[in-house]
């Protein structure tokens, strides 16, 4: 019987059942980063953060049991046009008026100009999720939020999609099309569109105010990609019967890490307690010794 390994939740499934698969992928970007070295970055991450872990990660951690998956993602470019209106301010005076025999107020005056810029963008490779299960994260029963920390990747060296690359690591398909993921590029558009005015406007110094914005779509060109990561889980059963997994994950371009580990609330309650009590009892005797030289 063929079985595999299910790279969120290390349970082992039977691959005689039919599984539904998704689009084939226009690209892929091969692992970068081996094996040895991913365990590696996940052993360095997970022990700098050992002491406030629970015993049991802490005894049960085994950086070797990190699993190669390809994870669906779209990339778009996108020819636009941007309208942005808005409000800039441009300060002309600052004063302070006392209110009170230890208080005051800081006011300021300035300049209201309106402010409009209408300009063209090209977006080229913006990286989408494409997967329905992590856009949509229930932080009460896993972390895989984390995963799209790991973005940008390199996906301009992507090549055509061949099976041969992916040797042993597995793949998740994917389940959003264009049309699920098309308003989510189209805002980032717009973010983008701020964003590249933003050297534009700085002579505003009290800042701009945007209160139309307008984004117009002439032309976008879609690929799916398959992007690789090296996967840690470690499932913890809480006290009410759930089971929340924890994820650290290697981008498998770059090495970058991002992951989280389950904590010893105990712990960490009782050093902040003690850091508490230290900085109260170090500020006491300063603020003591204030009070008798006034």
């Known amino acids: 019987q063929l079985e595999a390994r299910c790279h969120w939740c290390r349970s082992v499934l039977s691959i005689n059942d039919k599984i539904p698969n998704g689009a084939v992928p226009d690209g892929i970007l091969p692992f970068a980063i081996s094996k040895t070295d991913a365990i590696a970055r996940i052993g360095e991450f997970a022990g700098a953060r050992k002491f406030f872990a629970l015993k049991r990660f802490r005894d049960e951690f085994k ?4 699993l190669a998956v390809y994870l669906p993602y779209m990339t778009v470019d996108g020819n636009v046009s941007a309208r942005l209106h808005g409000f800039g301010e441009v300060q002309t005076r600052r004063y302070t008026v006392k209110t009170g025999e230890n208080t005051s107020t800081t006011y300021y005056d300035a300049n209201l100009f309106d402010v409009v810029r209408d300009f063209d963008l090209h977006i080229d490779d913006l990286i989408i999720e494409s997967s329905a299960g992590r856009s949509h994260i229930d932080n009460r029963s896993n972390t895989n939020n984390i995963i799209n920390s790991l973005l940008p990747y390199d996906v301009k060296n992507m090549v055509a999609f061949d099976s041969n690359y992916m040797g042993e690591a597995s793949a998740e398909k994917r389940d959003l099309n264009i049309d699920d993921v098309a308003g989510r590029a189209h805002a980032q558009f717009l973010t983008m569109a701020r964003e590249s005015v933003r050297d534009d406007i700085v002579g505003y110094d009290r800042g701009v105010q945007w209160t139309d914005e307008d984004l117009e779509v002439h032309g976008s060109r879609w690929a799916s990609v398959f992007l690789p990561v090296w996967l840690y889980s470690y499932p913890v059963h809480q006290d009410d019967g759930s089971v929340m997994v924890h994820y ?4 498998g371009r770059h ?7 389950p904590i010893n609330k105990a712990r960490l309650w009782g050093v902040t307690a003690l850091v508490t009590a230290i900085t109260a009892l170090v500020a006491w005797p300063l603020g003591f010794a204030a009070m008798v030289a006034g």
Do not use: L
């Open 63 to 66: 950086p070797d049991n990190v």
């Open 248 to 251: 650290i994950a290697v981008n």
């Open 255 to 261: 090495g970058n890490v991002m992951g989280s580990v």
